[in-house]
C-alpha cells in the first residue's frame, strides 16, 4: 500500500511537469507574489479545490454543504413534499442511518448499506416483519463501495477492496474484512469509490482524480475492474474525473456510469455527464483536457481536439447537478414503459448560486443504446435553493419497488407503483 | 480549596447567565466548560475556545469523537455514551457561548500582515468567511488559540487527523511548518 505523502509528491511532480511543458499556460503556481515580507522561499501554491475560484462576492458564498451526522428520525422525512408521477407511491422504508449512500441486496434480504463521511456499513433486516437497522461495521475509510456475490459483501474504501463471506449468517456478530485488493491510493479527494459486479463476475470500481483539476498522477482518474479474489487488475478507461454509480445495460452489459465534472469553470459549464464504455481498455473521457467531451480545459485544454480525443458522452445531465447513482429497471412493477429504462440520481449542485439537480431522472434509450431523452421522475429534494434530502443511490427489489438511499437524511425510501394506497400514507 | 471551587463555579454561572445559557444547561456544561473555559474561551494550552462556534461543525466534531474518527482522549471518553440527542443539545449550547477575544498583548503587525495575506491567499476567508466567524461545518477560526490552530494545521498535514470531508487535507498538503506559524499567529491575534 503506497502512503499519503508518497502520492502527494507524484501529484506534484506531476502538476511541475505540466506546468514546464506548458510554460506559457496559466500554471499551477500562482504569479504573483504574495504581499508582505516573504517567509518562505516561493509563494505556497494555490490548494486544488481553489483553482479558478473566483473572489467576487458571489463566488465566495458557494462552499459544498456537508451532510448531516445524525440521521433524520423517520418521521420527520420529507416524504410528502418529494413528487412521483401519477400512480407512483413513495414511503420510508427505513431510517436512522446518517449518510446512507450506495446500497446492495444480499441473497437473504438484507439490504447493505455503504457510507461516505461517516465510515460506516449499515445492514437493514426485517424479523418478524419488523425492519432493523444494524450498524455492521465503523470507522472504515470512506467505504462507499458496495458489491454482493454468492454470499459475499464486498466493500471498497478508499485505498481497499475488501470481502466478507457469509455475512447475512453472520450480521450479529461481523466477521473481520479480508483485505482482496490494496493497490490503491489513499488520496481522500474523490478516493471514495462506487463498486459493483458485471456480467463478467468482475469487480467494477473508480480511482478518481485526487483534485478539482489537475494532471492527474497515471494511477488516477480513471475505471478499473479485478477477479472477484482480486487478481488481474487492469484499467479499463481512462480520463474520467470521478464515478459515484455505474451499471451494466440488460441484454448488451455496456457500462454505462456517470460522471461529475470539474467545479469553477463556470456556472453553467461544464455540465455533468452520462457515459458508456464501449471498447474497455481503450476509451479516454476527457479529463483533465476536456469536460462535458467538448468543453477544452482553460489550462489543460490547450493543444487538444476534444472532439476527435474524448468518448463523448451520451447525455449532458446539468451543470455540476452531480449524477450519482444509475440503475437500468429490468422489474415488472413500475409500467412497461420503464423497462430498461436508466434512473439516475442527481445529488444537486453545491457549485452553483442556484443550485440544480435533488431529483431522480429518468433516461430513455434508444435500440442503439444512445439516448433518446431524459426528464425529471421524482423531484422536490431542493426547496428555495436548500436541500431537505439528497438522492444517491437506487436498488431494484425482487418485487420489482425501486429504493432510493438519502444521504443526507440518513434514509430509504420505498418507490412503488399500483399498489394499494395504506393508512401509511394518511399519517404522513 | 472547597471554597475556591465553590467560587470558580459562581463565576462560571455568572459567565454562563450572562451569555444566554439558561440555568438548567449550566450543569450539563460544566464538564466541558472546564477545559475549554467560561465564557467561550480556553485557558488550556492547546485546547480550543468554543465560544461562537457554528453549531453543526460542534456536532460534526462531538459525532466524530464519538465514533472515533477524531483521537483526543478526554473527548472520545466523555462522547462515549451519548446520544444523538446528547450531541445536538451540546452544539446548540455551545454555539451560545460568547466569542473568544484576542490575546491581551499587543500583537507583532508584521506577523499578523504576513498572516492576514496568506490567509487570503489560501483562500482561508472563503469557507471560514471573511471574519474567520466560520458557518455550518467550518468552524470559526477569529481569535482561537494559537497552540490549538498550530496544532490543528500539523495533525492535518500528517493526516493525524482527518477531517468529516478532504478539504483540510486537500488544503494544507501545499503549506510549510513557516505558513502554518504565520497563519496561527494571525487568526489567533486578529482585531
Known amino acids: 500500500m503506497q502512503s499519503h505523502a508518497t502520492h502527494r509528491t507524484v501529484l506534484r511532480a506531476a502538476a511541475l511537469a505540466a506546468a514546464l511543458l506548458a510554460p506559457f499556460s496559466l500554471a499551477a503556481q500562482p504569479a504573483a507574489p504574495s504581499p508582505g515580507p516573504a517567509t518562505a522561499a516561493a509563494p505556497a501554491p494555490v490548494p486544488s479545490i481553489f483553482i479558478d475560484r473566483p473572489s467576487t462576492p458571489e463566488a465566495m458564498k458557494i462552499a459544498p454543504p456537508a451532510p448531516p451526522p445524525i440521521p433524520t428520525a423517520g418521521d420527520k422525512l420529507p416524504v410528502a413534499k418529494l413528487t412521483v408521477p401519477k400512480g407512483f407511491k413513495l414511503e420510508v422504508f427505513a431510517s436512522g442511518m446518517a449518510g446512507a449512500r450506495s ?103 473508480n480511482v478518481g482524480a485526487p483534485c478539482n483539476i489537475c494532471m492527474p498522477p497515471p494511477t488516477h482518474a480513471q475505471l478499473r475492474r479485478i477477479n472477484l479474489d482480486g487478481s488481474g487488475a487492469e484499467v479499463i478507461a481512462r480520463g474520467i474525473r470521478q464515478v459515484v454509480g455505474m451499471d451494466f445495460q440488460p441484454g448488451s452489459n455496456v457500462l454505462y456510469f456517470t460522471e461529475n465534472q470539474r467545479d469553477w469553470l463556470s456556472e453553467e459549464l461544464p455540465n455533468d455527464k452520462l457515459n458508456r464504455l464501449l471498447h474497455p481498455g481503450k476509451d479516454f ?30 447525455a449532458l445531465l446539468g451543470p455540476h447537478s452531480a449524477p450519482l447513482g444509475a440503475r437500468f429497471y429490468t422489474g415488472r412493477m413500475l409500467p412497461a414503459a420503464y423497462r430498461n429504462a436508466l434512473f439516475v440520481a442527481r445529488h444537486g449542485s453545491w457549485n452553483k448560486s442556484k443550485k440544480i439537480g435533488g431529483d431522480i431522472i429518468v433516461v430513455h434509450l434508444n435500440s442503439d443504446g444512445t439516448v433518446k431523452s431524459w426528464k425529471p421522475f421524482l423531484a422536490g429534494f431542493l426547496v428555495d435553493n436548500n436541500y431537505i434530502g439528497r438522492p444517491v443511490d437506487m436498488l431494484q427489489m425482487p418485487d420489482g419497488a425501486l429504493l432510493i438511499s438519502d444521504d443526507w437524511n440518513g434514509a430509504i425510501y420505498r418507490l412503488s407503483y399500483g399498489e394499494a394506497k395504506t393508512s401509511k400514507r394518511a399519517e404522513r | 480549596m472547597g471554597t475556591r471551587r465553590h467560587g470558580a463555579r459562581l463565576v462560571l454561572a455568572l459567565a454562563l447567565a450572562a451569555s444566554g445559557v439558561g440555568a438548567a444547561a449550566q450543569n450539563r456544561l460544566e464538564p466541558c466548560l472546564a477545559c475549554h473555559g467560561a465564557e467561550g474561551q480556553s485557558q488550556t494550552p492547546e485546547v480550543p475556545s468554543l465560544g461562537a462556534m457554528p453549531e453543526k461543525y460542534t456536532l460534526i466534531q462531538l459525532f466524530m469523537f464519538r465514533e472515533g474518527m477524531r483521537a483526543a482522549a478526554p473527548m472520545n471518553d466523555l462522547m462515549k455514551d451519548a446520544t444523538d440527542d446528547d450531541l445536538q443539545w451540546f452544539a446548540t449550547e455551545i454555539a451560545k457561548l460568547p ?53 490543528t494545521l500539523r495533525a492535518y498535514k500528517s493526516a493525524a487527523r482527518r477531517g468529516y470531508d478532504a478539504s483540510m487535507a486537500e488544503v494544507v498538503q501545499s503549506l510549510q511548518e513557516a505558513a502554518f506559524e504565520d497563519l496561527s499567529y494571525f487568526l489567533a491575534h486578529d482585531r
Open chain 1, 285 to 314: 473521457f476527457g479529463f483533465p483536457y476536456c469536460h462535458q467531451g467538448n468543453v477544452p480545459d482553460p489550462q489543460f485544454g490547450w493543444g487538444h481536439d476534444c472532439l476527435k480525443e474524448v468518448a463523448q458522452p451520451l
Open chain 2, 99 to 151: 466569542p473568544p477575544g484576542p490575546p491581551a498583548e499587543a500583537a507583532d503587525a508584521a506577523r499578523v500582515a504576513r498572516g492576514k495575506a496568506l490567509a487570503e491567499q489560501q483562500h482561508c476567508n472563503v469557507c471560514h468567511r471573511a471574519d474567520f466567524s466560520g458557518q455550518e461545518n467550518v468552524p470559526r477560526l477569529k481569535n482561537q488559540r494559537e497552540d490549538y490552530l498550530l496544532a
Open chain 1, 103 to 205: 446500497l446492495v441486496r444480499g441473497d437473504k434480504g438484507t439490504i447493505f448499506v455503504g457510507t461516505w463521511m461517516v465510515n460506516r456499513v449499515y445492514a437493514v433486516t426485517e424479523r418478524n416483519g419488523k425492519r432493523e437497522v444494524k450498524t455492521l461495521y465503523s470507522n472504515l475509510f470512506h467505504p462507499n463501495g458496495m458489491a454482493f456475490k454468492n454470499g459475499t459483501l464486498y466493500i471498497a474504501e478508499v485505498n481497499k477492496i475488501s470481502k466478507v463471506e457469509h455475512i447475512e449468517d453472520n450480521l450479529d456478530h461481523p466477521p473481520a474484512l479480508t483485505a482482496i485488493y490494496t493497490d490503491l491510493p489513499s488520496d481522500e479527494p474523490h478516493g471514495w469509490k462506487y463498486l459493483t459486479i458485471g456480467p463478467d463476475n468482475k469487480l467494477y470500481f
